[in-house]
């Protein structure tokens, strides 16, 4: 994070803006907005600033800056043409711990303008730190269109109630319930269009048929995705963004964690090979008592959590203690990877069924069922199997697999650090035990591999 990002109260703040040309000009205007008391030093006064003076009650001065024009003032502004001008601006602000920006010139900043989308009292600011003014822009755009008009009506509604929620619901998170429920539904739409009489009585009657009980607990089994966010369902990025508390595993990408809302407690559950943080039980009993004690609690697992992810043990558990719970699919690693690979888990040529196992050792052994395994014409999709590839290369061999089977091995699949590892049972042992990899990985095996070099489309492989 180059900048810190952080809304300042300027409402009759002294602020100075160097410069009147056609850029201070917008600056000007952008300060108006927050309400602040500007000046402008200039040697030259441009007709639109000159026209802004009465509006916005400018200060102006026509003369050339000197360092000492920036004493007593809260935030100053260079918007000339002329460098000297705006290095001897920014030394003189820095010298006195003022705020500064200088147009176009993020080496000479201590803030920066950025996007803004203005819903008041709401307000989003869009920054890419200086390296692509416009690119924010074209973000802000975006959201501009995502985010209604009259969201800053939707804010004072929920101002004007904030005093009586509070004194009605007495924690904080009844309160938090209580608006995420009220800001998402039917009194939003009425305000959304225009009905703010009929939304103000929905919510007051909402409000007193709310009784002030202690939340009750609830678990969400979210399914993370193989490790791109972008592969998240919209429903999982939901339940993310209001959890209580988040119970997680090695699987799920830090790119995903991320969107987990930011005052959640996060519980790191990972298991790894022979490294367990806590026995699957334990993890049954942890999220029990996390929504017994009335948490909302999402637990995030790497691809879908009924398949390999033990999720089905997880609402065993909730079930037979009598909790509410959830279960939200995520694209499971088969197809997440195999499709960011360029490998169809199916196709008319090659394939005409999927099998998905898991390659976990136990007592130094694969027990899987070979005969079945080794069959033509279908795709072998091998979880956790990479610390048994010789042995599962092997046995499919003495089971009937021709010896040139072709095999991949995905690393981290669809995120930036994924690889793909080709070669076929006899070869791909040998050739990953000089190589480093990086779990999570997943196998395929089938004839299908061969479509990798044509169809590959998200980057290379070895």
């Given at each position: 994070m180059d900048y810190f990002p952080i809304f300042v109260n300027l409402k009759q703040q002294p602020c100075?803006?160097?410069?009147?040309?056609?850029?201070?000009?917008?600056?000007?205007?952008?300060?108006?907005?927050?309400?602040?008391?500007?000046?402008?030093?200039?040697?030259?006064?441009?007709?639109?600033?000159?026209?802004?003076q009465a509006s916005h009650r400018l200060i102006l001065q026509q003369k050339s800056f000197a360092a000492s024009d920036v004493l007593g003032f809260r935030l100053v502004v260079s918007a000339t043409d002329n460098l000297q001008t705006n290095q001897a601006v920014a030394k003189a602000a820095t010298a006195h711990a003022i705020l500064v920006n200088v147009v176009d010139n993020p080496a000479l900043c201590s803030f920066i303008f950025p996007a803004i989308i203005d819903r008041s009292p709401i307000v989003a600011a869009v920054s890419s730190g200086g390296a692509s003014p416009v690119l924010a822009r074209l973000l802000r755009a975006k959201m501009e269109s995502i985010i209604p008009a009259s969201f800053g009506a939707l804010a004072q509604l929920a101002e004007k109630f904030r005093a009586a929620v509070k004194l009605k619901l007495h924690s904080s998170a009844?309160?938090?319930?209580?608006?995420?429920?009220?800001?998402?539904?039917?009194?939003?739409?009425?305000?959304?269009?225009?009905?703010?009489?009929?939304?103000?009585?929905?919510?007051?009657?909402?409000?007193?048929?709310?009784?002030?009980?202690?939340?009750?607990?609830?678990?969400?089994?979210?399914?993370?995705?193989?490790?791109?966010?972008d592969l998240l369902t919209f429903k999982a990025l939901r339940l993310m963004q209001q959890a209580d508390v988040v119970v997680y595993d090695h699987l799920v990408s830090a790119q995903v964690l991320e969107l987990v809302r930011r005052d959640a407690e996060k519980i790191y559950v990972g298991k790894q090979r022979s490294q367990h943080s806590l026995p699957q039980e334990s993890i049954n009993e942890l999220l029990a008592s996390l929504a017994k004690a009335g948490?909302?609690?999402?637990?995030?697992?790497?691809?879908?959590?009924?398949?390999?992810?033990?999720?089905?043990?997880?609402?065993?558990?909730?079930?037979?203690?009598?909790?509410?719970?959830?279960?939200v699919p995520g694209i499971t690693a088969a197809s997440g990877c195999a499709s960011y690979a360029g490998i169809p888990l199916t196709h008319r040529d090659h394939a005409q069924s999927c099998t998905f196992v898991t390659g976990h050792l136990k007592d130094n052994s694969v027990n899987l069922n070979w005969q079945q395994l080794a069959c033509p014409q279908q795709t072998l999709v091998i979880y956790m199997g990479l610390l048994g590839l010789e042995k599962i290369c092997a046995a499919l061999i003495a089971h009937g697999s021709p010896a040139d089977l072709p095999v991949a091995v995905i690393q981290q699949g669809t995120t930036a650090n994924q690889r793909v590892i080709i070669g076929t049972l006899t070869t791909l042992p040998e050739k990953i035990a000089h190589q480093t990899i990086k779990p999570p990985t997943l196998i395929i095996i089938g004839t299908v591999v061969n479509l990798h070099s044509q169809l590959n489309w998200f980057n290379s492989s070895v």
């Open positions: 100075l803006v160097v410069g009147a040309g056609e850029i201070a000009a917008r600056k000007i205007a952008l300060l108006a907005k927050a309400g602040a008391t500007i000046s402008v030093i200039a040697e030259t006064i441009s007709e639109t600033v000159a026209a802004m009844q309160r938090r319930i209580f608006w995420e429920q009220v800001l998402q539904g039917s009194i939003a739409e009425l305000v959304f269009a225009g009905k703010i009489n009929a939304a103000e009585q929905q919510l007051q009657q909402i409000l007193d048929a709310t009784e002030n009980t202690p939340p009750q607990g609830e678990v969400y089994l979210v399914g993370a995705g193989p490790g791109d966010p948490k909302r609690v999402v637990r995030l697992k790497g691809g879908d959590p009924f398949i390999f992810g033990r999720g089905g043990e997880e609402i065993q558990t909730l079930m037979a203690q009598g909790i509410a719970f959830q279960v």
